[in-house]
């Protein structure tokens, strides 16, 4: 079966506090992107793992950073025909996907999932979310807002960019060679990304 109908229980069973994000909650958010696997952030390293036809990915988060973050208010419920899964919520859902932005299908899959679903964020939300990610990552979710047209959700980030010293690539993990900079958010964009129509 679906291990979002199990895998409240097992991570209960095991002791392990959990959330459903990324593609996983991207989608359950109404994102067209489709998750090759259930996603889900953890407190500790855990190995992937299938079960019958379907895949689990653990991400790990450092456990300071994740026990902040992993509070109910910034969580959602996933109900099942078993019960109910803890899964990220909207804002939460996005600034994991530009944290863990390779493991969300690349930059232009989080841009994509940003139009879909940052009209819907909360910008009171984002900034005091934002605190406990890394500054690179609560940039690149503001390009891709101010991109995709969210500006009230773009301009909560905007602090963090001011506060920012050093410019960061949009996608470190590229060769590209940066085409243009935004001086907004301190980011050299090395990687073409479709902007909203």
């Not at 410019?167 to 060769?175: A, E, I």
Request: net charge positive; with cysteine; hydrophobic share 40%.
């Amino acid at each position: 079966p679906d291990p979002a109908r199990w895998i409240h229980a097992l991570m209960k069973q095991q002791r392990i506090d959990y959330r459903i994000s990324l593609l996983s909650a991207a989608r359950f958010h109404g994102a067209t992107q489709e998750p090759a696997a259930l996603q889900l952030v953890v407190p500790k390293p855990l190995s992937d793992f299938a079960a019958g036809r379907h895949k689990l990915e653990f991400i790990n988060q450092a456990h300071t950073t994740f026990t902040r973050t992993n509070r109910p208010e910034w969580l959602a419920e996933l109900k099942t025909d078993t019960g109910t899964a803890k899964a990220a919520g909207i804002e939460l859902t996005l600034l994991d996907c530009a944290r863990w932005f390779h493991k969300a299908g690349g930059i232009s899959a989080v841009a994509s999932i940003t139009r879909e679903l940052g009209a819907k964020a909360l910008a009171r939300r984002l900034a005091p979310l934002a605190r406990d990610f890394e500054s690179s990552a609560v940039r690149r979710l503001g390009y891709l807002l101010e991109l995709a047209g969210h500006e009230p959700q773009a301009r909560a980030l905007d602090k963090f960019a001011r506060e920012a010293k050093t410019v960061k690539l949009l996608d470190p993990t590229s060769q590209e060679a940066p085409g243009e900079m935004s001086g907004r958010w301190k980011i050299a964009v090395n990687t073409p990304v479709k902007r909203d129509s």
